[in-house]
T-cell receptor
Framework: RKEVEQDPGPFNVPEGATVAFNCTYS??????FFWYRQDCRKEPKLLMS???SGNEDGRFTAQLNRASQYISLLIRDSKLSDSATYLC?????????FGAGTRLFVKA | GAVVSQHPSRVICKSGTSVKIECRSL??????MFWYRQFPKQSLMLMAT?????????EQGVEKDKFLINHASLTLSTLTVTSAHPEDSSFYIC???????????FGQGTRLTVV
């Protein structure tokens, strides 16, 4: 089993749609969780951290369920500029592991 | 956020030669640096983790004699791809984190093409 697993995608959605990404991790001792965004041929950039209490940043909401070892990202009112690959990232034991990423295509 | 500079951004080399990629933390002390490789349409794969002043820890399947990692200072780590082959062509990215830091900051990436 992979240490971090994500929905395979791609997700093709129209502008304005709501889309949700899921991610599971295998190491129960993992300490920190993040969602990164990666545009084609560019380095990943931090989108948001994920807290047990859940957190929201504008149109983006991230949630963590430690008991189920599950992380989610919800994007509301999708924009064309949201098209990218979204990476679930888990940090723990001095190691940062990336999920395979989920590609999102937002179309007009 | 903190700045990590990776150099070069793009390199083309001949088979059998060695290539060195540098990763510098510009405004913080990076006690831990990570090196990743990403093949087209695939995910970022962790190659190794290095802590300043000690030997790098390599992930399973990554040849430590082929991918030499040096983390001699708190602001610089290097990855040397020795005796490069075309199958080593990939996008290599470093990230760095400070002691106790939970966030990692990424370099711009290096696109290596071996011909």
């Amino acid at each position: 089993r992979k240490e971090v697993e994500q929905d395979p995608g791609p997700f093709n959605v129209p502008e304005g749609a709501t889309v949700a990404f899921n991610c599971t991790y295998s190491n129960s001792a993992s300490q920190s969780f993040f969602w990164y965004r990666q545009d084609c041929r560019k380095e990943p950039k931090l989108l948001m951290s994920v807290y047990s209490s859940g957190n929201e940043d504008g149109r983006f909401t991230a949630q963590l369920n430690r008991a189920s070892q599950y992380i989610s990202l919800l994007i509301r009112d999708s924009k064309l500029s949201d098209s990218a690959t979204y990476l679930c990232v888990v940090h723990g034991g001095f190691k940062t592991i990336f999920g395979a990423g989920t590609r999102l295509f937002v179309k007009a | 956020g903190a700045v990590v500079s990776q150099h070069p951004s793009r390199v083309i080399c001949k088979s059998g030669t060695s290539v060195k990629i540098e990763c510098r933390s510009l405004d913080f002390q990076a006690t831990t640096m990570f090196w990743y490789r990403q093949f087209p349409k695939q995910s970022l794969m962790l190659m190794a983790t290095s802590n300043e002043g000690s030997k790098a820890t390599y992930e399973q399947g990554v040849e430590k004699d082929k991918f030499l990692i040096n983390h001699a200072s708190l602001t610089l780590s290097t990855l040397t791809v020795t005796s490069a082959h075309p199958e080593d062509s990939s996008f290599y990215i470093c990230s760095a984190s400070a002691q106790g830091g939970t966030e990692a900051f990424f370099g711009q990436g290096t696109r290596l093409t071996v011909v």
